[in-house]
């Protein structure tokens, strides 16, 4: 039985993900039964190489190369398409590990600008950086960025995240000693000066908001959207490190979005 299984009952739940893949960490979306969503490839549930964006560059890790979604919204009279980003970690060195990121999100700015039209996009993941850092920059503003220690949301892009960071929340890192009575604390006090002041392959960022959500100012203006939450519950926290996720606190957008049962997370 497969894991997703578990937790997502597919009486009621759609779950898209590449088959073939034998990544461990493959992207994947769960989408509400009766939403109305597609695939580029035309398939239902078995993600194909043409529902990537970027299928075999090297800028993305294994077999994560964005995958993409389109959904269909009648409030906004339109289709929102959906790009789910895994980048590379900081494993083997931050600094050495950056050119890849910043080369992923340069590629996918370069995506959403080749659009002839403007349409509803997000871009939502593990970015393994945060907004202050230069893969992240690159998307807020469309163009290739250097990290910077400001709190604008971002021009080319909406960080819904840049409010959180401001209040040194975190995505990353946390565990059961966060768990405060039935609820995640995912406030860590310094943890924005640490990943910023702190720029070497020599220093590991403990905790960090790794995971983001950013919209194009249209839909962040049709739909009033200004900050996403993270799901505090304590289940995001329980289990060790073998049975925990690596990144147990996942973002939602309190919008119109999750009423009609597409959870963006």
Do not use: C
């Not at 060195?93 to 590629?107: K, L, N």
């Not at 990290?147 to 959180?164: H, I, T």
């Amino acid at each position: 039985m497969r894991l997703w299984s578990i937790f997502f009952d597919t009486r009621s739940w759609h779950v898209i993900i590449d088959d073939q893949s034998t990544d461990d960490q493959k992207l994947a979306f769960v989408v509400r039964e009766g939403v109305d969503y597609r695939l580029a490839s035309g398939n239902h549930l078995d993600a194909e190489k043409s529902d990537f964006l970027f299928p075999d560059s090297t800028f993305f890790p294994d077999d994560r190369d964005v995958l993409r979604l389109f959904v269909k919204v009648p409030e906004l009279d339109g289709e929102i398409e959906i790009l789910n980003h895994h980048a590379k970690s900081r494993y083997n060195g931050r600094v050495y590990s950056e050119v890849r990121r910043i080369e992923a999100t340069s590629e996918i700015v370069d995506y959403l600008r080749a659009q002839s039209e403007s349409p509803y996009a997000i871009v939502l993941g593990d970015f393994n950086d945060n907004p202050d850092d230069a893969s992240v920059k690159t998307l807020e503003l469309g163009y290739r960025a250097d990290r910077n220690y400001e709190s604008n949301p971002g021009s080319f892009l909406v960080n819904l995240a840049e409010p959180l960071l401001i209040e040194d929340i975190v995505s990353y890192g946390l565990n059961s000693r966060n768990d405060k009575n039935g609820a995640v604390d995912p406030t860590i006090i310094g943890s924005r000066d640490d990943n910023y002041l702190n720029y070497s392959d020599e220093h590991e960022v403990t905790k960090a908001l790794y995971d983001q959500i950013l919209v194009t100012p249209n839909l962040a203006t049709a739909s009033h959207l200004s900050r996403m939450e993270l799901i505090k519950d304590s289940v995001a926290v329980t289990g060790n490190s073998d049975t925990r996720a690596s990144d147990p606190t996942p973002p939602f957008m309190s919008t119109y979005l999750i009423s009609e049962g597409i959870p963006i997370a």
